[in-house]
């Protein structure tokens, strides 16, 4: 035992909160794996959805609530290690997912090049600390553009801004996540009613939606973002999706972090195994159907839902961390490497090794 674990207070409960995208934590919370491993601890685990209070839901974003858990989008912990909040990686994994720029059937607009002078919807969040979906959106179009040799300036980039928050009135859960599927489907209103009153020429999307408002639109693919030849051009918000734990919680009781990792990477491996249980799972994890799951991501996540930290990840997210300050969306910089503690990750491994698990 570690000094700082003897000194440490008890702990009774652990927050979790994770994104609408394809994780083993929602796979792991889905089979009660995470409560059964803490429960002869009296250990209480719950969803940050748990709470009626607005400011421990608002957690998922700017991840104030201690001993707590995220799991999702790289550009909320990002932009709160830049405020200061004291939060560490523990994971990070690269899922290929639907990301693509749209444009509506018969504009002409069929590859990037056809951009050129066109008109590209950007979504503004006014009630946000971190607008993610903005910053996703603006670098799909620059990665983009960029690979085709075509400058910001040969654009019009046309600010739709969105009173809506992303965290809507959703009933307490103790295991159900923030975002349902109505919100799911809401992601991209504002960009594709734009674009059918011909107001903007394309959008850009990103998730589990993608394959649905793609048919609905009978829109035309400009680029495939998320499997350009590049593999640095799909860098986004969802690649690489993060795995962050409360700082203190990591320093002063690692074997819990330790032992809440080894159960997402049960069910990382439960995944590949169960490909089809699987896919259900986590279709209703992003709010889509399992008739859209091809679709919306790649069949490798099921061989990728292991938290790891690869340098090609930890080089990817640096990217995107170098992105969002470049562009304003945070405004101090730091140290990506030192953001990352890969000691409970390698615990985690250990204690799967050795059988040491409550849960099995």
């Known amino acids: 035992m570690t000094q700082a674990e003897h000194s440490a207070r008890p702990i009774d409960q652990i927050w979790y909160t994770r994104c609408p995208v394809p994780t083993a934590s929602g796979i792991?919370?889905?089979?009660?794996?995470?409560?059964?491993?803490?429960?002869?601890?009296?250990?209480?685990?719950?969803?940050?959805?748990?709470?009626?209070?607005?400011?421990?839901?608002?957690?998922?974003?700017?991840?104030?609530?201690?001993?707590?858990?995220?799991?999702?989008?790289?550009?909320?912990?990002?932009?709160?290690?830049?405020?200061?909040?004291?939060?560490?990686?523990?994971?990070l994994t690269w899922l290929p997912q639907y990301q693509r720029i749209l444009a509506m059937p018969g504009s002409g607009i069929r590859r990037v090049e056809d951009l050129r002078g066109k008109r590209l919807a950007l979504p503004r969040r006014t009630r946000e600390q971190i607008d993610f979906w903005r910053a996703s959106a603006l670098e799909g179009y620059l990665q983009s553009l960029a690979a085709a040799g075509i400058s910001p300036e040969e654009v019009t980039f046309v600010d739709l801004p969105i009173d809506t928050p992303y965290i809507g009135d959703v009933s307490p859960s103790s295991t159900g996540g923030l975002?349902?599927?109505?919100?799911?489907?809401?992601?991209?209103?504002?960009?594709?009613?734009?674009?059918?009153?011909?107001?903007?020429?394309?959008?850009?999307?990103?998730?589990?939606?993608?394959?649905?408002?793609?048919?609905?639109?009978?829109?035309?693919?400009?680029?495939?973002?998320?499997?350009?030849?590049?593999?640095?051009?799909?860098?986004?918000?969802?690649?690489?999706?993060?795995?962050?734990?409360?700082?203190?919680?990591?320093?002063?009781?690692?074997r819990i972090v330790a032992r809440y990792i080894a159960q997402v990477l049960r069910a990382a491996d439960w995944a590949r195994s169960n490909r089809a249980a699987a896919s259900t799972i986590i279709a209703n994890e992003v709010g889509t159907m399992d008739e859209w799951m091809p679709d919306a991501f790649d069949q490798s996540m099921f061989d990728d839902l292991a938290p790891t930290l690869r340098p090609d990840l930890i080089k990817a997210l640096e990217v995107r961390k170098n992105f969002l300050l470049e562009h304003g969306f945070i405004q101090r910089d730091f140290?990506?490497?030192?953001?990352?503690?890969?000691?409970?990750?390698?615990?985690?491994?250990?204690?799967?090794?050795?059988?040491?698990?409550?849960?099995?």
Not at 182 to 200: F, N, P, T, Y
Not at 231 to 253: C, D, M, Q, Y
């Open 179 to 254: 975002f349902d599927a109505r919100q799911v489907a809401g992601s991209s209103r504002a960009e594709a009613q734009a674009m059918i009153r011909g107001e903007v020429d394309a959008l850009y999307h990103y998730g589990a939606f993608g394959p649905t408002l793609q048919e609905f639109l009978d829109a035309q693919v400009v680029v495939d973002i998320g499997h350009h030849s590049d593999w640095r051009v799909a860098i986004n918000n969802g690649t690489p999706n993060v795995f962050t734990v409360s700082g203190k919680l990591a320093r002063e009781h690692p």
């Open 335 to 360: 140290s990506v490497q030192d953001w990352i503690d890969p000691a409970p990750l390698a615990l985690a491994h250990e204690l799967l090794a050795n059988g040491e698990l409550h849960s099995k």
């Open 28 to 91: 792991a919370i889905h089979h009660g794996w995470l409560t059964e491993e803490f429960a002869r601890d009296g250990i209480e685990v719950a969803s940050l959805r748990a709470s009626t209070d607005r400011k421990v839901r608002e957690s998922h974003f700017d991840h104030r609530v201690e001993n707590s858990f995220r799991h999702g989008g790289n550009a909320p912990p990002i932009w709160s290690r830049s405020q200061g909040q004291d939060i560490v990686v523990i994971g």
